[in-house]
């Protein structure tokens, strides 16, 4: 059965602070993995890594896909309080869907 | 610039009961699903669609109906409301299977 998971869970963190998202999978076929940002309803679109990118950045944000060890890591540099959010993982493999991750809720306190 | 948009945004409903969640798009994406999220499980698939009169299981069909006739709506029937669908609703749209999914706003569904 595909899987994801994330960790941490829950994150708290000061402003300025740099953080790392991990999320690791087990899927078989592998296609793509996102990330995504949700707020408060909608979650909106922030990377998608496939073998042939594999690594992506935007502004403070980055994220890296290690296809060997299964995993991707998703940084985020300089912390606002605006990065408060919890951050999706989905793993999406050739003829099926996508499967997401748990979540990790991050806190940036000011 | 409308893209995904889902009605309602809240909706209560007895045990029982049944109703439609409405979901368009406006992109004239050929792949269409829905999700449900609830505490600490993520999102998991209901239904899905790969184009117009094309429909499927996902992870927990149960309890839910879809069809697909044309490529803009995709509506998810709930046949007779159960507290364990008090839940979070979203439908994603994406240009094919396996591209960027793109996300309505929710609607948030408690059945009593």
């Known amino acids: 059965e595909d899987k994801v998971v994330q960790s941490p869970l829950s994150l708290v963190v000061h402003e300025g602070d740099t953080v790392t998202l991990n999320c690791s999978y087990e899927v078989t076929n592998f296609r793509s993995l996102l990330w995504y940002k949700q707020e408060k309803k909608a979650p909106t679109f922030l990377f998608m890594l496939?073998?042939?990118?594999i690594e992506k950045k935007s502004g403070r944000l980055s994220s890296i896909l290690d296809k060997k060890e299964l995993f991707s890591i998703l940084n985020i540099t300089a912390t606002q309080t605006g990065d408060s959010a919890v951050y999706l993982c989905a793993v999406g493999n050739y003829g099926q869907n996508f499967v997401f991750g748990p979540g990790t809720r991050l806190s940036v306190l000011p | 610039n409308a893209g995904v948009t889902q009605t309602p945004k809240f909706q209560v409903l007895k045990t029982g009961q049944s109703m439609t969640l409405q979901c368009a798009q406006d992109?004239?994406?050929?792949?269409m699903s829905w999700y449900r999220q609830d505490p600490g499980m993520g999102l998991r698939l209901i239904h899905y669609?790969?184009?117009?009169?094309?429909?499927d299981q996902g992870e927990v069909p149960n309890g839910y109906n879809v069809s697909r006739s044309t490529t803009e709506d995709f509506p998810l029937r709930l046949l007779s409301a159960a507290p364990s669908q008090t839940s979070v609703y979203f439908c994603?749209?994406?240009?094919?299977?396996?591209?960027?999914?793109?996300f309505g706003s929710g609607t948030q569904l408690s059945v009593l």
């Open positions: 669609s790969v184009g117009a009169g094309i429909t």
């Open positions: 994603a749209s994406s240009q094919t299977e396996g591209e960027k999914l793109f």
């Open positions: 992109m004239n994406h050929e792949y």
């Open positions: 496939t073998s042939s990118g």
